[in-house]
């Protein structure tokens, strides 16, 4: 039986792909060897590099910068969201007066690194005259004006990757755009732009690290300042890991939450489809073919 995009693999290519498999664990495995045998040799394992992490002070200035990282994060996303939101909506405006702004604030704020929109916020600002900017207001700001323009792009392609009968039909039975966007294509395009929407704020939980630049007292700023305690063997190795390891376990926290609400909202819709018979397909099936 075919698949989709190609034939399923025969005898031998199966065979190839596990031989293929099987070298990558290899090499892979070879490195992290390779690094943790290097690390060992140079003292990074040892008791004296490790101490500073046992005191109860540093867990909680730990837990401190993780409330920080979070607070961050979760500021910024429901700003990037919304921002998001409006931009696209502006952009499928059929008023140029509206989409063209839009368009242009999109394109700007996408093409500035993240950290030089916290510069400019924090460094650049203070000598205008505003002076009420802190190092919150910087990363928040940063990433909301990033992200919401990468949000305003994939809301905008989500709905305009929907089948264009739909709404030439409900034009037709006279509808306004209004009523069609709400009532008929953003329901649809929420569940196509869901897994890329949770991606993204992946990357917002992670770009959060940018703003130890700005002073920002998050978790890899504190890594910094301990990695640098010359008391302990200034144990940047032991603190980076330790952060590193807050960081992964946050990401897959938050991709293990976006992974249910794709499952729950396809069941959702799989359900719906059941009670009222036949109905369109779901918007991650509208590109599969037969």
């Known amino acids: 039986m075919a698949s989709v995009l190609f034939d399923n693999p025969g005898p031998k290519a199966i065979v190839r792909h ?6 990558t664990i290899l090499i892979v495995g070879a490195l992290l060897a390779f690094v943790v045998v290097r690390l060992a040799e140079s003292g990074q394992f040892t008791a004296e590099k490790w101490r500073l992490f046992t005191f109860p002070l540093v867990h909680e200035r730990i837990l401190g910068a993780l409330g920080s990282t979070l607070t961050a994060f979760g500021i910024a996303a429901v700003l990037s969201l919304v921002l998001g939101f409006l931009l696209a909506i502006g952009r499928l405006s059929s008023r140029r007066w509206i989409s063209t702004p839009c368009l242009l604030f999109t394109e700007l704020f996408r093409a500035i690194p993240v950290l030089i929109l916290m510069m400019i916020v924090y460094y650049g600002l203070p ?11 910087a990363v928040v700001t940063g990433l909301t004006l990033y992200n919401g323009s990468v949000f305003a792009e ?3 392609a989500g709905v ?16 306004s755009k209004g009523q069609v966007m709400r009532s008929i294509l953003l329901p649809q395009a929420f569940r ?7 991606s993204q704020l992946v990357v917002v939980l992670k770009d959060t690290a940018l703003g130890f630049i700005v002073t920002f007292q998050e978790l890899l700023f504190l890594a910094k300042f301990y990695g640098g305690q010359l008391d302990y063997g200034s144990p940047i190795i032991p603190s980076t890991i330790v952060t590193g390891v807050i960081y992964i376990g ?27 018979g036949p109905v369109l397909p779901a918007p991650s099936e509208v590109s599969a073919g037969a």
Do not use: N
């Open 154 to 156: 994939i809301f905008r």
């Open 192 to 198: 196509a732009m869901l897994p890329i929407t949770l």
């Open 250 to 276: 946050l990401c897959l926290l938050l991709a293990g939450i976006a992974k249910i609400v794709e499952i729950r909202t396809r069941a959702d819709w799989v359900s719906r489809a059941r009670r009222k």
């Open 127 to 137: 000598p205008l005259g505003v002076t009420w900017v802190t190092p919150l207001i």
């Open 18 to 23: 596990r031989i293929l498999a099987v070298v």
């Open 160 to 175: 305009e990757a929907l089948p264009h009968g739909q709404a030439e039909a409900a034009y037709a039975l006279g509808m």
